[in-house]
Nanobody
Framework: QVQLVESGGGLVQPGGSLRLSCTAS????????MAWYRQAPGKQRELVAS???????NYVASVKGRLNINRDNAKSTVYLQMNSLKPEDTAVYSC????????WGQGTQVTVSS
């Protein structure tokens, strides 16, 4: 049973930065691709960034150049560095595999507002 625990969210002003963390327990973390998702109120969950076991990354167009995903396999942790945040980035952020998802964690709320 894999457990995902996200942290690092909060309230930040437009243009600000946050660093999210997600730790996975109960899996052979190093062999799995990982992804960050977000779900804004009234919207579907969307995948915003992914990283393969080898470190290859992909981003949706709306976050490219502002968000950076990386991972520390020794800590079974994936990170999302968020810069130049915009109000439209406000959402609950969760991590999981980009396919054959595990049970979801509680996510972490990111609110971008002045």
């Amino acid at each position: 049973q894999v457990q995902l625990v996200e942290s690092g969210g909060g309230l930040v002003q437009p243009g600000g930065s946050l660093r999210l963390s997600c730790t996975a327990s109960g899996s052979i973390f190093s062999i799995d691709a990982m992804a960050w998702y977000r779900q804004a109120p009234g919207k579907q969950r969307e995948l915003v960034a992914s990283i393969t076991s080898a470190g290859t990354t992909n981003y949706v167009a709306s976050v490219k150049g502002r968000l950076n995903i990386n991972r520390d396999n020794a800590k079974s942790t994936v990170y999302l560095q968020m810069n130049s945040l915009k109000p439209e980035d406000t959402a609950v952020y969760s991590c999981n595999r980009p396919y054959r998802t595990w049970d979801w964690g509680q996510g972490t709320q990111v609110t971008v507002s002045s």
